[in-house]
Structures are given as C-alpha cells and as structure tokens.
C-alpha cells in the first residue's frame, strides 16, 4: 500500500498485480465505503482494528464481491465481557495529530453488547518536494518548498448496540456513524501546478443493521444491510495564480485553478444515496462437506449541483441522472476428505449490473447513456496438506468486475467521467507451497512462494484525459505474471523476529486494437514490478516489572524504478520514469500489562530515516523524513 501523499492523501493498494478497485475493501463484511470510511483503508485508525484478513486471488462468496484481485477484510475486536475503554494519541511531523477514544459494554448473561467509538485526525502535510520553479530569467529550476495548502482534517463516530447468544439470534447488532474530512488540493497529480485555495471535502452519514442464526444444527443464515447518504463538495473559485512559496503572484481572468488550468470555477456539491445487502445462507451437508449461497444487491444513487456555473443560461452538467444497481450471487460448494489433508472448493457466480445515466450537453440536451451487463463467473480452489508442516494451494477463477461510482462518473474533483467504461474480466490462477514449524530449540518460521497469472480484459486503468485531470478508461487486454516469497522467523524465546517479502510482476499490455496496439508488449504505466520489504525487531520482556516488554524494530522497503507512461515512450526520456526508492524506519515501543488488565503503551516512529526522495506512482512526491510519538492506553 502506498499514499500519494501524506496523511489523508489517496491510497494505491496493490495485491498480485492488481490495485485498488480490483481489490475489494471490507469492515466486518461491510463494503469499506459503506461503512463510514469513504477516504480509504490507510486512514482507519489501527486501534479499531484487532486484525487484518488478506484474500489473494479467489474472494470468499460470502463477501458477495466482484472483486477482479482479491479481497481485504478489516475485523474490529470480538466484545468481551464487562466494561472496557482505550484511548490513544499520537503527535509529529508536519503538525500532525491523531487521537482515538473507545468503550464497550458486554454482559454474556444478557448478551447485550454496546460500543462506542471516536477518532480525529488533524495534519498540515508541508513536507518538503522538489518541484521545477521559474528564476528570474523565466527558466524552469528544481527548488525545494515547502507543501503550503495540503492540510487534513477528518473525525468520525461509531455507535454499535444489540444482542448476541440468543434462542432466536446468535448476532443481532445495529451500528451507527457518521464521519466527515476536509482536504485542501495542493497541486495536480503529477505536482507540476501548484493550487493556493481548492478544497475537496465529505460528510457521510448511515448504519447497518447484522442478524446471524442457526436455524438448525446443519443450517445457518446470515445477513447485513445497510444504507448511508454521503455529501461531497469541491470549492474552487479563486482568481489568484498561485506560485510554489504561496504567494498570488498574479490574478486569472476567470476564477478557478484546477479545470484545464482555471479556465472555470467549481462550487459543486454531489450528494449520493447508496443501499446494500449481503445474505448468506450455509448448508452443512455432512461432516465433510457444505454449500453455501450468498446474495448481494447495492444500489447507488448520485445527484449533483454546480453553484457557480460559467454564465447564467448555462445548463448544469451535474444535474443528471446518475444511478448503478449491481447484482452479485454466488453458490458455492465445500469439500473436506483425508482427515481435512485435503479441502477443496468449487464456486460460480453472477454478476449484473444496471447503469442509468444520461449526458448533459451545452446546448441543454440530454443524452441517454445506459447499459445493462450481464455476466458469469466459475472458479475452484484446493488445498493439500502433504504433512503438517507443508501443504499447497492452488486456485483458479473466471471473475469479473463491474466499475465503480467513481470511475463511471467521476470523483468530482480530480477524475472526469466515463459513461462508457466497461467492466473487467479476468482469468485469475495461484499456486503456492507453505511451509510452517516450531521447535523449541530452533524457533518457529514461515515461509511461502507463489506464482500468479492475471489475464484481464478491458482492463480499467487511470490515465491523462487533459493537462490537469484524468480519468478511468478500458485498456482492451493486458496480463499480469508474477512471483511473489515471504518468510519470517522467530527465535527461541521470541528475543528476535526476522522478516522479508518479494514480489516481481510483469504486467503488460497484450492489446491489439487501436489506440493501445501502439503499445502492444509495454508494461502497463503507473506500476511498479518489482518491490521488496524487510524487518527486524528485537525484543526484550520484563525490564522494569514482570509484565512489561520493549521492542525495536527496522524496516526497510525497495522499489524498483518504473515508468509512469507507456514503456516505449518512457525509454528516451528520464522523467517519464519513477526512480528507484529506497525508505528506511525505525521504531521503539515500550508496552506494560498491570494484573488488572490495564495496558499502558508508548513509542517512538522514525519514517524514512535518510529523507530519501519517495514517490506515487504518478511521480508526485511523498513526504520525507519524519517523526511521531504515540501513547496508547486500554483497560
């Protein structure tokens, strides 16, 4: 995972050659966006979450997804019983502050259950970048700056209350939420114009509502629903022409800075309506073997109002119609034999999906742009344990993946539409051989390699669409093949722990039709292909009192250099490339466990210790070395 920024900035998750959308996000089963966190993964606060679930090639149906690369479950902490609280904040560079407040009540008699929790987040992001600023005779100058307008602010509140342990429920849990951010937009995606006064920010508000039961000893049903109204809304009207220290070194003519360099100013606000539904339902036919069905509907409805448009007579391009109702089903079944040595699934899928928009032109015309897609989906997966110690897995899936809110119709500030995106398809296949074992006198370890082979069509890609903005559009073919080894080991006594992964991903364009066929062969842009991370922690226990324990731990993370445009065209010039990162961390934590229960935590994280240069993937730069303390407290 990697941020173009700082804290607050977008995030690009990559997972077997595939990001972001191809990946699907989850709370607690609940779509990420869904569920009160519409600015990504990277901006949860760690403490709400007790674990991470990571799904790499085939996605559980139960998820009711149509995820192209995998999937990604956070899950919060299971209750537990009595009255319990924490408290966390946390403080450093760039004048960032992030503060989390929980509590919870459980009483398993009753089961009734009650949870509360709170975050905010505050950071001024003025890392220092390098960006190409005129000297006094007109002449481009790399100069390094300081980020004058990238400030982050974000809060948000979960209520969640309801039984569990029941005759007539097992779970019944209804949440509540609502979180709000305000960002201010400091340059274009690949930094080479600065903004002075453009803000982008969002207020959600929704809940859900999650019952679970075992009708009978063989049969269990499960279902999550929910719905959240989210309001987006873009400022830009200045008539100053910022420069890199942020001064308005002179005025524009029409007021605006990001549509084709401040050729119009934005008062938009985009309101969306979004509903959705995940019943499960599971069989256990006998000890061996069970089937399953989910069903999962979401609907999305989406309406915009530009207050500041060109000239009155002007037709509001944002008041359109702008719905996408998405259907996905999924029967699968569970086979267990050999004493569960062996465990195998086979599974098909239904995706549909109804898009119903239509194009305001200048004239005042409106265009119908709908589309109705129907598709199916198949895959199965096995797992063979050849002895306790090593076991393989091998997968194999036909998926498809239906576009977004957001790539269709834009995000409204820095992507422009696309009503006629088409969905993803892809021929997904895994295998990979594990190995894990513990001995008291040699440690315990874990390793495992995988290959992988992603075979997309219309692949659906960022890329330009004008000198400020971009916009999603369909690359007709590309494969992805790939290798990727992890391992760790742990010492005896858990005084050392050593850990390293690798990944190498040649993904590349396999398309032979017009414009793309140019570039048949290139490595898809904005990529990169080979990365690799590695950690070391020491740690020692009882220091002070019995039950305390201080760890230290390096991190070190490579990326190799890679292309930010089509390879072919990358080749002869070195700023069509990202270069080679290298990023070194460092923390310090000191942990104390009274008898009561009571936890008491601190620590200390360096980021980027050299201050290397680091960049996104579109070439913008990230922040440099940095420094934060946290204090964390839970009862």
């Not at 700056?145 to 602010?153: C, D, E």
């Not at 499960?222 to 005025?251: K, P, V």
């Amino acid at each position: 995972m990697q941020r173009t920024g700082g804290l607050g900035s977008e995030q690009r998750f990559s997972l077997q050659g595939l990001e972001n959308e191809q990946v699907r996000f989850f709370l607690d089963g609940v779509p990420l966006a869904l569920a009160g966190y519409p600015f990504g993964i990277g901006d949860i606060p760690v403490n709400l979450i007790e674990r991470v679930e990571v799904y790499s090639g085939v996605v559980p149906i139960r998820f009711g997804a149509d995820a192209l690369g995998g999937a990604v479950q956070l899950v919060t902490r299971a209750p537990q019983p009595g009255a319990h609280g924490a408290a966390s904040l946390q403080t450093g560079s760039f004048d960032t502050v992030r503060a989390t407040l929980s509590g919870s009540h459980y009483d398993p008699r009753s089961g009734f259950l009650a949870h509360a929790s709170a975050f905010g987040d505050s950071t001024e992001n003025n890392y220092r970048v390098t960006v190409d600023v005129p000297d006094a005779m007109g002449r481009s100058k790399p100069t390094k700056v300081h980020l004058f307008h990238a400030g982050y602010r974000a809060a948000g509140i979960n209520l969640l209350t309801g039984v569990t342990g029941r005759s007539w429920a097992d779970r019944l849990l209804v949440r509540a939420f609502t979180t709000a951010f305000e960002r201010e937009l400091p340059s274009d995606p690949t930094m080479t114009e600065p903004y002075g006064a453009a803000t982008q920010d969002e207020w959600v508000v929704g809940g859900t509502l999650r019952y679970e039961h075992a009708l009978t000893s063989a049969l269990r049903v499960d279902a999550i629903g929910g719905y959240n109204f989210a309001q987006r809304h873009l400022l830009d009207i200045t008539e100053c022409i910022y420069d890199w220290f942020g001064r308005c070194s002179s005025e524009r003519k029409t007021p605006g800075e990001i549509a084709s360099g401040g050729t119009r100013p934005r008062d938009a606000i985009y309101d969306t309506h979004s509903a959705f539904l995940r019943a499960n339902g599971q069989w256990q036919i006998d000890e061996h073997q069970s089937v399953a069905l989910t069903l999962a509907p979401t609907y999305a409805d989406r309406t915009g109002d530009e207050r500041r448009p060109n000239r009155a007579d002007q037709p509001d391009m944002l008041n359109a119609e702008r719905r996408l109702m998405t259907f996905v089903a999924g029967l699968e079944h569970h086979l267990q034999l050999f004493d569960r040595r062996l465990e195998s699934e086979v599974f098909a899928k239904g995706y549909s999906q109804v898009a119903r928009s239509d194009e305001v032109l200048r004239s005042g015309e409106r265009i119908a742009r709908d589309r109705d897609t129907h598709r199916a989906g198949a895959g199965a997966a096995l797992r063979y344990t050849i002895i306790p110690e090593l076991w393989a897995k091998a997968s194999y899936e036909y998926a498809t993946r239906l576009p977004g809110l957001d790539e269709v119709y834009g995000d409204g500030v820095m992507i422009e539409q696309n009503l006629q995106l088409r969905p993803e398809v892809s021929h997904n296949g895994n295998l990979s051989l594990a190995s894990a074992a513990e001995a008291a006198d040699g440690g315990a370890y874990k390793l495992e390699v995988s290959g992988f082979v992603r075979a997309v069509d219309d692949l659906i890609q960022l890329l330009s669409a004008a000198s400020l903005t971009q916009r999603f559009a369909n690359v007709a073919s590309a494969r992805s093949l790939g290798v990727q080894a992890a391992g760790s080991w742990t010492s005896p006594g858990g005084y050392l722990w050593l850990a390293a992964n690798t990944t190498y991903q040649d993904f590349r364009n396999r398309s032979r039709t017009p414009p793309e066929s140019t570039f048949f062969g290139d490595r898809i842009p904005n990529r990169p292909y080979f990365f690799a991370t590695g950690q070391a922690r020491l740690q020692l226990k009882g220091v002070a009192t019995p039950g305390d324990r201080i760890m230290l731990t390096w991190t070190t993370r490579y990326t190799h250099a890679f292309f930010r445009t089509w390879e072919s065209l990358g080749r002869e010039n070195t700023a069509s490339s990202v270069p080679e990162q290298v990023v070194h961390a460092l923390s310090l934590n000191y942990l104390v466990v009274s008898e009561a229960g009571t936890s008491i935590s601190a620590g200390i994280d360096l980021q980027n210790l050299t201050d290397a240069r680091v960049f996104d993937a579109y070439g913008a730069e990230r922040p440099g070395r940095a420094a934060y303390i946290k204090i964390t407290a839970e009862h």
